[in-house]
């Protein structure tokens, strides 16, 4: 199967979100990827449900929604009801991870986990068979255009080896500094989905660059 390529929207154009949103609909790419920040867990503030909502209004892919916020637990019905297909939770950001991985799926969407650079893989040895999704970060989130942390490729192995120890059908993403070059070492390490922001965005044909990934 062909890696899942998720453009992070974090990086469109937001006085041409219908647009950019259109570009990915027709293009190659496989979801959406919604960076929600709160400014006290990352420091940096993007966007909230009635952004959310407008561009469920026009995608025609599944939106995989990555909460860069503290207690998450509050909000899962309403992101469900804002349109997240995926919903993804930081583990540094929740005490009753267990929890909120079961409530994601009351809600009726896909959960998953993601993890901080210096966060251990084996800190989802309890949840990993619970889990449709880890995202590996490989950046320190809450920006976009950040360079790549090397140590990822590893990470992404160690976590194969755990997925396939627990018998998990978890997918491997990863979020941060993905280009063609970083990408293809992931793929290589097992990687099944990527995150890309700025390198798609910020090329001169987005569509295409998004082919290209599809073909890592
Ligand atoms: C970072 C976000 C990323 C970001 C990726 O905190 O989680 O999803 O948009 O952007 P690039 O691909 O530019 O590193
Ligand atoms: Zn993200």
């Not at 154009?13 to 609909?25: G, H, K, L, S, T």
């Not at 997918?171 to 290589?188: A, F, M, R, S």
Request: charged fraction near 20%; glycine fraction near 6%.
């Amino acid at each position: 199967m062909s890696v899942i390529i998720s453009p992070s929207v974090l990086s469109c154009d937001f006085a041409n979100i219908q647009r950019d949103v259109e570009m990915i609909n027709a293009s190659e790419a496989d979801w959406f990827h919604i960076d929600v920040m709160d400014g006290v867990f990352v420091p940096n503030i993007s966007f909230g449900f009635p952004v959310l909502e407008a561009i469920k209004k026009h995608a025609t892919k599944p939106m995989d929604v990555h909460l860069m916020i503290q207690n998450p637990d509050q909000y899962i019905e309403q992101f469900k009801k804002s349109g997240a297909d995926l919903l993804t939770v930081h583990y540094e950001c929740c005490t009753h991870l267990h929890r909120t991985i079961q409530a994601i799926h009351a809600a009726g969407m896909k959960a998953g986990v993601a993890l901080n650079p210096h966060t251990p893989i084996d800190a989802l040895q309890e949840v990993i068979e619970d889990l449709d999704l880890v995202l590996i970060m490989s950046v320190n989130p809450g920006f976009g255009g950040q360079k790549f942390i090397k140590n990822a490729v590893l990470r992404v192995e160690q976590l194969k080896n755990l997925i396939r120890n627990k018998g998990s059908h978890a997918l491997i993403h990863v979020d941060g500094g993905v280009n063609l070059e970083t990408g293809k070492q992931l793929v290589e390490a097992g990687a099944d989905a990527l995150v890309a922001g700025s390198y798609i965005f910020g090329s001169d044909n987005p569509t295409e660059t998004i082919a290209k990934m599809k073909r890592l």
